[in-house]
């Protein structure tokens, strides 16, 4: 069991050290072990936050880290949800690739190189099934460690850059002798895509019955991750941009990040589901949070997985669960008006008086446009 074993816990290394290690996973269950907690943590961390590292990296040994990996796929399977599957394998992958560009770097400084921890691109792409059909561009002058171009042979490239959007369909792409060109940034992303689909083969897992072993033993993680996933107010459809009848819950959260307070997981998971609920799409979220301590990139990554087009449309939390993270505190008794903030602020646009503008209108106006 290596460092990279935990760091890269789908790669075929990682499986076979899981096996080497003689742990029984119905007993580590059994035994409220602290993989069980990490791997708990791994899929709220996709859910929250497209993401599956630990915001407490340093609590965690290594075996810890790599037996949550295949606890938090027992996980997913149990939570019954194609979107819970789609979330989790998306952060894995994206987590994998943040990894990968840090171990790149590091492979230029024997200070921070850490071979049994590291992995370099041409493992990851052999291990993905696509050595060959990646290559480095050779006629360039480039760093041999960090070309900058590679060719894609075209079906492979049609595979992995499926739902990706316009800008990857094949007609916008320059294309030689049955290859694709692309950078380095888009090689990362069409990984990412391969890493993806990896982690979600098998998922769910088949024959687990929730009312015995291993699924009876999980039950207090499961109803936690449950009421992330199961929050879905019964609401109309939104579109209306009006700040003024926010949550206050959702105020405050805007208030928090325009003073450039950094938002935790949860609390911008929470922020960026409700605007994505009310009709918002990224390019308007990004603007409406310009003046703020959100990343556009950070948005942008997070509405990905949350729009309804990807079959992931996620709700913000009910304010019950919302009370339980210290984000909603029931100012104004306003859970008597409604528990869920979508619902919540419907019920404010049906029975305002106020003349009211669209956020996006006024914006527009204010643009000149």
């Known amino acids: 069991m290596t460092p990279r074993d935990a760091r890269y816990p789908f790669l075929a290394a990682a499986r076979e050290a899981v096996t080497e290690t003689g742990v029984d996973l119905g007993t580590l269950v059994a035994t409220d072990e602290p993989a069980v907690d990490r791997g708990r943590e791994r899929v709220e961390r996709a859910l929250l936050a497209g993401r599956v590292d630990s915001e407490t990296s340093d609590e965690w040994r290594v075996e810890d880290e790599l037996l949550s990996y295949p606890i938090a796929r027992i996980l997913v399977s ?32 024997e200070l921070r190189s850490t071979p049994d921890a590291n992995l370099d691109r041409e493992t990851l792409i052999a291990e993905l099934g696509l050595d060959g059909a990646i290559t480095p561009e050779a006629d360039t002058p480039q760093p041999a460690a ?13 595979d992995l850059a ?112 409700f605007l994505t609920g009310i009709g918002m799409d990224a390019d308007e979220i990004v603007a409406f949070c310009r003046e703020s301590s959100l990343d556009p990139d950070g948005i942008r990554y997070q509405i990905e997985y949350l729009q309804a087009d990807r079959g992931t449309q996620y709700p913000p939390p009910s304010c ?31 029975t305002t008086d106020q003349n009211l503008v669209d956020w996006r209108e006024q914006a527009a106006v204010d643009s000149g446009k």
């Open 78 to 109: 149990l939570l019954d949800s194609p979107a819970a599957v789609e979330k989790y394998a998306a952060a894995e992958a994206k987590t994998a690739i943040e990894r990968l560009k840090d171990d790149l770097e590091a492979a230029g400084s």
């Open 146 to 158: 960090a070309p900058e171009w590679f060719w894609i042979e075209v079906g492979t490239y049609l």
């Open 162 to 273: 499926t739902g990706l959007g316009d800008d990857w369909r094949l007609v916008n792409r320059e294309l030689s002798d049955g290859q694709v060109r692309v950078d380095r940034e888009e090689l990362f992303r069409l990984l990412r895509a391969a890493i993806r689909r990896r982690v979600a083969e098998g998922l769910p897992f088949e024959g687990l019955d929730e009312d015995e072993g291993i699924a009876a033993e999980l039950e207090a993680e499961l109803t936690d991750l449950r009421r992330l996933l199961s929050e879905r107010p019964a609401v109309g459809e939104i579109d209306f941009v009006a700040r003024e009848l926010f949550p206050p819950c959702i105020e405050n959260l805007l208030q928090k990040a325009e003073e450039g307070v950094e938002l935790e997981a949860v609390e911008g998971f929470t922020l960026m589901a």
């Open 320 to 350: 019950e669960t919302l009370s339980t993270y210290g984000i909603c505190h029931n100012e104004d008794d306003h859970w008597k008006v409604a528990g869920h903030p979508l619902a919540y602020y419907q019920h404010q646009l049906e």
